[in-house]
């Protein structure tokens, strides 16, 4: 099957999430009384574009993955209409902690009775009642702290000239440090002036609340998509997802044909490029595996009847061929295969280009 290289994509980072928390959209003419460094565009993320002939080249909105929560606007044709941006930072900032309430209900059945306000209502005892004054004024206040807080996160991680500076503001440190390291030895660390924030969105992996951001830097015309993790201590920048982190580049991967599983941050989508040692579609299905940056195309393959199948369909259903989902997936090219391109699936790490949870601390709980 003749395939034609992709054209190279620009630096993204989608959120993916099976329950969305939220989305926010700023109206830029509505920030004025507060405008710092940061201004919030009323843009949201544009949906992933439907794709064509079996091996049209994929376009890459801006963040990876993709969100679901688009997926449903897209199909129910609603839009929502852009208002005060604190007020939606308030509403987000909120949502969040609306959302940790409720995770924490469905945990223990005993505190079901907890109230929590979510916009200007209080729920959780059944009845509903307006917010006041002082506690609007309270939100409003506790979203700019957080906006504020944020963008100081995000200001030191960029403008880092060194790993040692850089890994203060990122998640996961200890792991993260050998692999920046590598990384670094073979690409540049270029440091970055934060110019504004263009789009902010909230999501969720696993229970965990995060924050997706385009912003603009001073160095560079292209917007920076930006990760974080919004705990309860401290905003830090997935790293990981920042860089696309893997192994070794798409070309490596392709030139070497490694045998032993690795961890890859790959565009998926279905497809039916079956050859050689995966040419039975009765006993796998495909999926194209496109990298960031890089016009590499490989293709991993799926052992049907098994959990990992069931996973898959969960978010590939059959009957749509043109769906395209960020993962990180681990696969490996069989030994002695013949096929040059193809690859076993072995496992779905996440559905996000990142980590809920640090897999050094899950590999040593199991």
Request: charged share 30%.
């Amino acid at each position: 099957m003749a395939e034609e290289p992709n054209n190279s994509k620009e630096d993204q980072i989608r959120v993916i999430d099976e329950e969305p928390v939220d989305v926010v959209r700023l109206d830029v003419g509505k920030m004025s009384p507060l405008e710092k460094k940061g201004k919030m565009s009323n843009t949201v993320l544009a949906p992933m574009p439907e794709l064509g002939a079996e091996e049209k080249p994929l376009e890459k909105t801006l963040f990876d993955p993709e969100s679901e929560w688009q997926e449903g606007e897209e199909e129910s044709g609603n839009e929502t209409v852009p208002v005060g941006w604190f007020v939606l930072l308030a509403a987000g900032l909120l949502g969040i902690l609306g959302w940790v309430v409720f995770q924490t209900m469905s945990d223990d059945p005993a505190n079901s009775n907890v109230n929590f306000e979510v916009g200007n209502q209080r729920v959780g005892d059944g009845l509903q009642r307006p917010m006041s004054a002082e506690d609007e004024e309270n939100e409003r206040r506790a979203a700019e702290v957080h906006f504020t807080n944020m963008e100081k996160v995000v200001t030191r991680f960029l403008k880092s000239g060194t790993q040692e500076e850089m890994i203060k503001w990122v998640r996961h440190p200890k792991r993260i440090a050998p692999l920046m390291k590598s990384y670094y030895e073979q690409n540049s660390m270029e440091p970055l002036t934060l110019k504004s924030t263009d789009e902010y969105h909230i999501a969720a992996l696993e229970k965990k609340p995060f924050v997706a951001l385009k912003v603009r830097v001073k160095e560079q015309d292209e917007g920076v998509a930006i990760l974080l993790e919004d705990n309860s201590e401290k905003m830090l920048v997935d790293w990981e997802s920042f860089v696309s982190y893997l192994p070794m580049t798409p070309e490596d991967i392709a030139e070497s044909r490694p045998t032993k599983p690795m961890s890859l941050r790959v565009y998926v989508q279905r497809d039916n490029f079956y050859t050689y040692e995966f040419s039975d579609d009765k006993e796998y299905a495909c999926f194209r595996l496109e990298f960031r940056d890089s016009a590499v195309t490989l293709y991993g393959f799926v052992k049907k009847g098994t959990i990992l199948e069931r996973e898959f369909l969960k978010m590939f259903p059959e009957e749509n061929n043109k769906l395209t989902k960020p993962l990180v997936i681990k696969a490996r090219f069989l030994e002695g295969g013949k096929a040059t391109r193809s690859m076993l699936i072995e496992s779905l790490e996440s559905t996000m280009w990142a980590f809920a949870n640090n897999p050094d601390e899950v590999d040593h709980k199991n």
